[in-house]
Each structure stands twice: as C-alpha cells, then as structure tokens.
C-alpha cells in the first residue's frame, strides 16, 4: 500500500504559498524494489481508520537492503497515522538502532513537515531494561537496580566460587569466564543445566552439582546487592510476560513491534515476543536463516525458521533475493554453499550489478606460504587503485591471523584486527565506572569493593569493613565515608573520594558535569599506577565525550553495560580513520560488514568448519553458514585460501605442530565448478579428505583437559 497522497504533500521551502500547496514530493517507497515494496508497506488500514498488519517474516539475503526496507517499513506506518510512541523496534546493537531512527526518520521529514522521535528503538536488553524499571514494583524489583557488565559479573561469581571452596577441590573446577557463559548459555538457551553441559559444556560435567550450588549463591547475592546482569534483562523480561495481564498490558503499549536480525534471536526473546503479541498483530521481523552464527550465545536459528508456523493463519513470508553489494560469481559461489543447508527458507541471490571476476581457490604449500600470498594479491589490488582499508583478510578463529600479522608487521604494511582487548575490560575505565556505578546504586558492593581499592593501603579487608558498615543505603554513604578511618596512606585521596562522592550523590549535580570531578581525583591515582598513563587519560577523555551523549547518569551507565563498544574507535570513529590499512577480522566480528577484495584463510577441514564443530549436524550447518557469511563480505574479489600444512598447539610428544590440512567438506564439486584454481590440488577433491597417514595426530581431548 502506497503512501496516502494527502500526506506526501511537501511544504517546500522559499516558495509561495500557492506552490507549496501543489508541490507532491515522490512516494518514498517508490526507490524500494517489488519486493522491498511488499515488506515495507504490508498491511491494511481497517474499517476504524487504523493501519493493521498480521504478522510478517522478511527472509533478507545478503546485501538485499535488509536495513533499508526495514527503515521504509518503520516510515510507512508512520505515514499511514501510526503513533510513533506505538512502535518497537528492537534491533542488536545501539548503532543499528540509531541507523534504524536516522533512515526512517528522514524518509518521514522527506513526505511531511515536522520533527518524528522513535522513543522506543533499541536493543532487547536496553528495552527490557526500561519496561523493568518502569514496571519494576509490579515485579518485585528496585527500580534504581544496577547493572553488571560481563566483567563484573564474572568477578562476582568468582567471588561466590572462593566463598563456597570450589577454586580449591582437588580438580580443577571451571574458571569464572566459563562459569558465567554456562549460566549464560542455561539462562538464553531455556535449557535444563544437565543439557547445558552435555551439548555445550561437557568437560564440565562432572561439577553439575557444584555448579548448581554457584549458581545459587551467584543469583542470592545479585539480588542481594540490587543488581542484575546481562542476561537477567531478558530472564526478568519473560517472567514478567509469563504472566497473561502483564504480558497484555505490556503488548497493548505497541501497536507495531519490529525487529532485526531476528536469526539471531535466542529462546527467550522470541517468548518475549510471543508473549506480547499471541495472535502475531503487527509484528514484523526480518532476518537471514543463511546468517545465524551465535549459536555459542544461544542463538536459535529455528526461531526464524519456525516463526510462519507460531500462528494460524501462518505469517506472511517475503523473500529479499536482489544483492546489490556483490557480483554475480561471488553470489553463484554463495548460493551453491548455502544449497548444501539441510534446512532453510531457500533463497537464490540474483546480483544487480553486472559483470565481475570469478572467485578463485587459492592452494599454498603452508601457512607462511598463504601470508606471502595474500600480502602481494593485497598489494596488487592497491596497486589498481583499491585502499587497503577496502581489503579484508577473514578466518574462522582469531589465532589463524597470527602468521599472517608477523609479515605484515615485517612488511611495514599497516593493518587493524577487528577483537583483542575489549575498551570496557581496560582496568582504567572499570576503576572510574565503579565510582559512578556505586554512586548510582550503593548496594552495588561490587563496584563500592573496586572503587574503594584504588586508594593506597585500602586493600580486600579495609574495603569489605566500610561496605560493612555502610550497609548499602545510600543515606548513610557519605556519613560513613567521612567518619571511617581510613588508612593513613589513604587519607589525602580518601578525603577527594568523599567529596567526590558528595557531589556524585547531590540530586541537583547535573549530567555530565559531575564526570569531571571523578577524572581529576582518579588522573593521579592512574599516573601512579601506569606507566601509559597518558595513553589511558585519552581513553577517559573519549569516556567524557561520549557520557555527553546521555541525559543521564543512569542511561549512560546502562548503554555502556548493554551494548558496550568493542574498543574505543566504536565509540568516536576509527583511530586510524585518515591512514589507509588492511583490515583482519574472524568472520562473526565481520557480518554486516563488506569490502571490495576479501581473502578467506585456513580454509581446511578442522579450521572450516573447525573440529570442534564436527560431531554434531546442527554444528555443521552453522559452521556452513560461517563460511556463507564469509563469502557474502565481498564485492567484486573473493579468495579462499587452503594451505596445505598448517600449525596447530598442543600436539602429541615427538610430533612436529604441524598436520596436513584436508580440504574442507564444504568445497564440494557444485562448489568448486564456481572457482578458479590457483597452486597444486591436494589429493582429494570431493568431500572432506583424510589426513595424510604420516601427519601427527591432533590429541583434542588433550587440549580439552589442558583447558582446565
């Protein structure tokens, strides 16, 4: 359904009255595809007057303007008289959320004068998290609760894993890191913990029980501080719609609820979803079966697959197939990849450029051999005028880059690689966020624990004895910190602390000015402490720009926590954005992303799809579906590249690291009939290949135990 004509009448600046009368600007649907089109206006406007529509599924292949139509969508309802305070959209991250509101919020402008805000876009967590406080009293929660980012909540569980002397058994029981992505993984994936474990976790079988124990006491002492996680944002969410009238009122809120990305919904979220619209009214969601690669997070791509069938009638389903990002060979290549899948919403993607180069097979003798290759194709790309920041080098796992980064280093060739150490899990910037995080809830003892040690001489004890006597309320967190001895190391900065926190907790300091006083009581405390202590400021300098984005302290510490920058280039652009530079990324850091060249390495059996991932069917596909993502990247130039030894960690005594790498089972003959070759072939052609009789063994469950 086009755009109602009385709308789309435009208020055309500098011109007279009578032609800003007559003056129709175009139907912004009209630059939308037939099928873009379908999804974006679908619907109906009833006998009331209102715009209806029965559920909807968009099945968006690669680079079909999934954001655009979605974006139109969005505008459309707006045109058609929906209240944009009725709509939800949820998306996975901040950014698409704000690209999202940006696109629809232009097109709307573009077909009708005045201002349009979508108050409720954003990601699930930071949604979830809004409705709790809204409704926190209905639900049995705080509503000034505090958030743990992973890294505090990982510290937390190890705080109960000491308490209750499970780091001291016998046998190594699991570390924090994994303790939270188990409970993680129970938590998203619904599933019982015995399951939890068998499937996903089973080196950690044995430690059920104690695990069931942590758990407990991890959950005790969360409630007992004020605080919830990550994941008890979705976990509370679902409770609270477990339950009919709340579920209901809830719904009622939104006449339309749209969501992107939906393959990378997990169990919860889509019970969310169900639970707020039963019968499917006006709920829209789009995504790619062919895309769903977070299984590791609980991710369920049998949401997408199964969403026409949760109602009756079954959900409209329309398919995206146009790419506008690659040519055609490297879409011939993707589709005979995905062709393999063993359950999907099939979908053949049709190039709306023309031309192109088909992708090549690149077979090398070793992995110095692949570096070598790839650094001079990489250049002879730059040579015909492609940047380097044009060019990607892809693979499965963050440590198959490691040769490749020592000749590029060698080489003098500047590169950035997408992962490494995460700008929220920097010591410096969690030490200044526990003091704003215990400003804003005091029975946040984890972070009143952090913050408290930056003094001199306050160590585990001297902190634990003023959170004691502090007792988590607020109203007497500035009494206490004034009267408490404090150690005599302490007491200059102990005094600054207290007048910091007496200016964080007055109700009338503004946002974000009280972030300075808490950057000029820590810049000593950090000089002391690091030796790049400039370095570090900077990183607090681009925290105090970004804070400014927020109209409030709380809002601000909650996006940190839910959607957290991967390093400090998310948050003010690219440090290297006026330098050219070859990007290197694993292929989940990479989705969303395209480039003009992309160079896919480690291309084997046992690196794609990594052995891991080879007992179990549903594994397979998904490390199928890795590889497709892989191949969608590119624009115009596509290189898989297999060497044919490669080195591995761990390996049995007398062995040389090295095996000999097999083909993928994913290159098939339908496959490869759509490459070019280039090096020797290895022995076999169809299929996964053995490996040579004379190559060491991979010991896996070696490295399974050296885990622990």
Known sequence: MSADPAIAVALAPDTGVANRRTAIRPDPLDSLNPEQRAAAAFGERGADGRFRSAPLLVVAGAGTGKTATLAHRVAHLVMQGVDPMRILLLTFSRRAAREMTRRAERLVAAARPGPVRLPWAGTFHSIGARLLREYADRVGLDASFGILDRGDAADLIDVVRHELGLSATRRRFPRKDTCLAIYSQRVNSGWPLERVLQEVFPWCSEWRDELSAL??????????????????????????????????????????????????????????????????????????????????????????????????????????????????????????????????????????????????????????????????????????????????????????????????????????????????????????????????????????????????????????????????????????????????????????????????????????????????????????????????????????????????????????????????????GDPLRDEDYLVLSTVHSAKGQEWDAVFVINVNDGNFPNEYATGRAESIDEERRLLYVALTRARDSLYLIEPQRYFVTQQPRHGDGYVHGARSRFLTHALLERFDRIGPPPAAVDGPAERAVSAPKVDVAARIRQMW
């Open 215 to 572: 758990f407990r006491g991890y959950v005790e002492r969360k409630q007992a501080n004020g605080v919830l996680d990550y994941d008890d944002l979705l976990l509370w969410w679902h409770a609270a719609v477990s339950d009919p009238s709340l579920a209901a009122e809830i719904g009622a809120r939104f006449d339309h609820v749209l969501v992107d990305e939906y393959q990378d919904t997990n169990a919860l979220q889509a019970q969310i979803l169900l639970a707020m619209k039963p019968d499917g009214r006006g709920l829209a969601v789009v995504g790619d079966d062919a895309q769903s690669i977070y299984a590791f997070r609980a991710a369920d791509v049998g949401n997408i697959l199964d969403f026409p069938a949760k109602f009756e009638p079954p959900a409209r389903r329309i398919t995206l197939e146009t790419n506008y990002r690659s040519v055609q060979p490297v879409l011939d290549a993707a589709n005979a990849l995905i062709a393999q899948a063993s359950r999907q919403h099939p979908k053949v993607l049709r190039a709306q450029r023309g031309g192109g180069a088909r992708p090549q097979l690149v077979t090398v003798v070793d992995e110095r051999a692949q570096a070598d290759w790839v650094i001079d194709a990489v250049l002879r790309h730059h040579e015909a005028a492609v940047p380097l920041k044009h060019q990607a080098v892809l693979f499965r796992s963050s440590h198959h880059g490691a040769t490749l980064e020592i000749e590029l280093a060698r080489r003098n060739i500047p590169f950035v690689k997408h992962g490494g150490l995460k700008f929220l899990e920097a010591a410096h910037v969690k030490d200044l966020l526990s003091v704003l995080r215990w400003a804003e809830n005091p029975r946040n003892a984890i972070a009143g624990f952090r913050a408290l040690q930056l003094m001199s001489g306050v160590g585990p004890t001297t902190a634990q004895r003023c959170l004691d006597a502090i007792g988590g309320a607020a109203s007497r967190l500035p009494e206490v910190l004034r009267d408490f001895a404090a150690p005599p190391a302490a007491r200059e900065e102990w005094s600054g602390f207290v007048e910091v926190m007496a200016v964080l907790l007055d109700p009338s300091a503004r946002w974000p000015a009280q972030l300075e006083p808490v950057r000029r009581w820590y810049r000593p405390l950090l000089e002391r402490r690091h030796d790049d202590a400039a370095v570090r400021a900077a990183d607090l300098d681009m925290l105090q720009s970004i804070a400014a984005g927020f109209g409030t302290r709380e809002r601000f510490l909650t996006e940190l926590a839910l959607d957290p920058p991967q390093a400090s280039g998310d948050l003010a």
